[in-house]
């Protein structure tokens, strides 16, 4: 019964990634990536149990290595005062994050699937919610194959209310990266060029079934794929090619709303009003002409906190956050994002700032729970296709300097295999 349930759940999930249409692709990544479709969840975290506090949300894909006994840890928060039933499920995904044809049993032992038992009601909040906690896999499950994975988490009805991703990694090649300025020796001073070369001692690397993923910080619209480029020894190189060049970007914004009685970094004030905290961010500039300044941030992530409590997973409470940017007049060529963990890195309705012409100021407004929060302004051409790529420079500015985090994943597929195997993850 329970591998009918959880087979059910995968199936709509995968019903209504595959009835998007190609118009939508780009929200197609997105379901298949992170996602969230209630707006009552809020603060999905899922980490390495045990792994580094502050890169929780930095790192765009949580990774566990293959036969090791890791443990994910996931919660999150759902507004409310009456806990729900709720189930977690995981299936496997192609490279490309689409579902793939493996069947349970032969990505893991034991039942990819549970129930989340453990919640706690906030305490002493304004806004009341309850807080769910759940280790996962279950603790007699393992995992037998590489890749990438979806955790789904649904409701009694059966009604999926988020997926977040993770990887499996067999840590099997060896991969270098080297950044460094672009080869084609344009704008030196505002791109950076990720080189990367993959060898391995236990698996045969034949470049026709290698795929070399790379990724700027948590941006999924920055995910691009590396071509071959040569040998180097015995290793593929994947270097000197436009594929590899990204933008600098700048550092990224930063505010504090741990304490809710004093404003803190950024914060202009923070207010009570009907039943709902308030908080102001000093108005947000266009930094695109200014010079890059070196500054320590979370590079786009957040972490819950809170100044005068013990427990912030619950006792933290959940403010109205106000972004604004002053512009004198609405931009007709772009659209403009607020990106970062705090939207899930996503270009959509949720991220998008509207321009506000009484107060000549692009705006948005997000409800967010105490704590240190990073994030960029983002601009993406009016009508832009899916895939791609949102710009930093209309009001971020490009700096080679920028302290950006890469990751690089390499993925296998011989005629041999069933299923993409993800051989290794490394950053830089």
């Known amino acids: 019964m329970a591998k009918f349930l959880y087979l059910c759940s995968m199936k709509k999930i995968a019903l209504l990634i595959l009835t998007l249409s190609f118009a939508t692709a780009n929200a197609l990544a997105l379901t298949l990536s992170d996602s969230t479709w209630r707006t009552d969840v809020k603060s999905v975290e899922l980490y390495v149990e045990g792994g580094p506090q502050t890169l929780r949300n930095e790192q765009a894909t949580p990774v566990l290595t293959l036969g090791e006994r890791g443990l994910l840890v996931l919660e999150f928060d759902i507004i409310g005062t009456e806990p729900e039933h ?58 037998t194959h590489s890749g990438n994975y979806i955790v789904a988490v649904t409701d009694d009805r059966g009604d999926t209310l988020f997926t977040r991703r993770f990887c499996v990694s067999e840590q099997a090649a060896a991969v270098h990266l080297d950044l460094s300025r672009p080869y084609d020796g344009i704008d030196l001073d505002r791109r950076q060029e990720l080189d990367v070369c993959v060898s391995s001692q236990t698996v045969a690397l034949n470049q026709l079934y290698l795929s ?13 794929w590396l071509q071959f480029s040569g040998y180097d020894g015995q290793a593929l190189a994947y270097r000197h090619r436009q594929c590899n060049i990204f933008q600098g970007g700048n550092t990224f914004r930063y505010f504090d709303c741990s304490n809710l009685r004093t404003p803190m970094y950024n914060v202009l004030r923070v207010t009570e009003y009907g039943g709902e905290l308030l908080a102001l961010l000093r108005p947000d500039q266009d930094r695109s002409a200014k010079h890059f300044l070196t500054e320590t941030n979370l590079l786009g992530g957040y972490k819950v906190n809170v100044w005068d409590r013990n427990n912030p997973r ?57 704590g240190y929060y990073a994030y960029q302004l983002l601009a993406l051409p009016s009508g832009a296709t899916a895939g791609t790529e949102a710009s930093t420079a209309r009001l971020e500015g490009d700096h080679r300097e920028t302290p950006n985090r890469y990751t690089v994943r390499v993925y296998h597929r011989s005629p041999a295999d069933r299923a993409d195997r993800l051989l290794a993850v490394a950053y830089r």
Request: hydrophobic share 35%; aromatic share 14%; net charge negative.
């Open 86 to 143: 709720l189930r977690w499920g995981i299936s496997h995904c192609s490279r490309r994050w689409l579902p793939d044809s493996l069947d349970m049993q032969d990505f893991m032992t034991g039942f990819p699937e549970g129930y989340i038992d453990t919640y706690d009601p906030s305490f002493t909040t304004i806004t009341d919610y309850i807080h769910y906690r759940a280790p996962l896999p279950d603790r007699y499950a393992e995992f």
């Open 314 to 370: 619950t006792e933290a409470d959940y403010v109205w956050v106000n972004f604004s940017l002053p512009v004198a007049q609405p931009f007709l060529d772009a659209n403009i994002y607020v990106v970062g963990a705090l939207t899930d890195w996503r270009l959509d309705s949720l991220s998008l700032m509207e321009y506000n012409p009484q107060r000549r100021a692009y705006t948005k407004r997000l409800l967010l729970k105490q």
């Open 212 to 224: 070399v993923e790379a990724q700027q910080n948590g941006r999924l619209d920055s995910r691009r």
